[in-house]
């Protein structure tokens, strides 16, 4: 059986990141993080624009409006993309100049939970961590020693958290304590042998989709770790995945640009794109941010 892939925008991005479903608006929200853009793409008209940021996007979650909780690479924010309005909540890892926020997802009751990632021109090193924020308190450190950050999403009942440091190859499970954001009991849940696990999203079944980068693929895995199904991709840099649509039943993915050399480009001229792709499951509507991002600096 083959699967239809469909372009859902050209959008050229340089690192495509951090893709969510907007019921709100009824449309695909984005960011190309090293563009400095917010993308929007309307799956009714199949409209798309991107707005310029001011910083590197790397993760967000909507507050109402054009107001959004950003994860800029320096730290978390109340963001007005059509005013430019900014509002610092609280740097993060200040104390380690080569870290920056990256990947970052809403658990089921609503906290960000978000990583960072360690840009050393010499390699990445362990140093950046895991966080939790809910809106009320500073951000607290969920664990670290983690070189880049990616691939965290939680299970349909919101009991386990899954997470990947991308250079090990390895996608970790832990038990997570929804009434206090915490992680324990760090086990391999899968491991990749094609690419590297970038962003992920969970299906209404419980099974965990990971976008691979440099694998050409997003793979869908049981909730016992299984490969259940592979769907391969026109570009070699998938980066996220999230279901959307009014009925949340179509798979959109992120993919890059930054790192491929000319003949690569040549050869993959759908790198950058949003995919849209129907997969025959649906995904699950994300929980609303819990606070209202007006917390103290911590």
């Not at 090293?34 to 199949?46: C, V, Y």
């Not at 939970?113 to 308190?137: H, L, N, Q």
């Amino acid at each position: 059986m083959t699967t239809r892939i469909d372009v859902a925008a050209h959008a050229e991005n340089q690192l495509g990141e951090g893709v969510i479903w907007s019921p709100a608006d009824r449309r695909v929200l984005w960011t190309d993080i090293f563009g400095k853009r917010l993308w929007s793409h309307d799956p009714a008209t199949g409209l798309s624009q991107g707005v310029d940021v001011p910083s590197r996007l790397a993760c967000f979650a909507p507050l109402g409006g054009t107001t959004m909780l950003a994860g800029f690479a320096e730290g978390l924010e109340r963001f007005d993309w059509a005013t430019g309005d900014r509002r610092s909540i609280a740097s993060v890892e200040s104390d380690l100049p080569t870290t920056r926020v990256n990947d970052g997802k809403l658990d089921r009751q609503g906290r960000l939970v978000f990583g960072t990632m360690d840009e050393a021109p010499g390699g990445a090193k362990p140093i950046a961590g895991v966080w939790t924020y809910d809106g009320r308190s500073p951000p607290r450190a969920l664990f670290g020693g983690v070189r880049i950050s990616n691939s965290i999403a939680f299970s349909p009942d919101g009991r386990t958290m899954y997470f990947a440091d991308t250079p090990t190859r390895a996608i970790l499970a832990f038990d997570y304590d929804a009434a206090e954001s915490r992680a324990s009991n760090r086990r391999v849940f899968a491991t990749t042998e094609f690419g590297y696990p970038d962003g992920s999203t969970v299906d209404a079944d419980g099974c965990l989709w990971n976008a691979e980068w440099d694998g050409a693929r997003v793979v869908r895995y049981s909730p016992d770790g299984r490969v259940d199904r592979v769907i391969a991709l026109p570009c070699a840099r998938a980066t996220c995945c999230a279901f959307g649509g009014p009925t949340l039943s179509t798979l959109y993915v992120t993919s890059a640009r930054s790192g491929l050399g000319a003949a690569a480009l040549a050869a993959q001229p759908l790198a950058g794109a949003l995919f849209a792709i129907d997969v025959g499951v649906a995904g699950l509507a994300d929980a609303v941010f819990a606070g209202l991002a007006t917390a103290p600096a911590g």
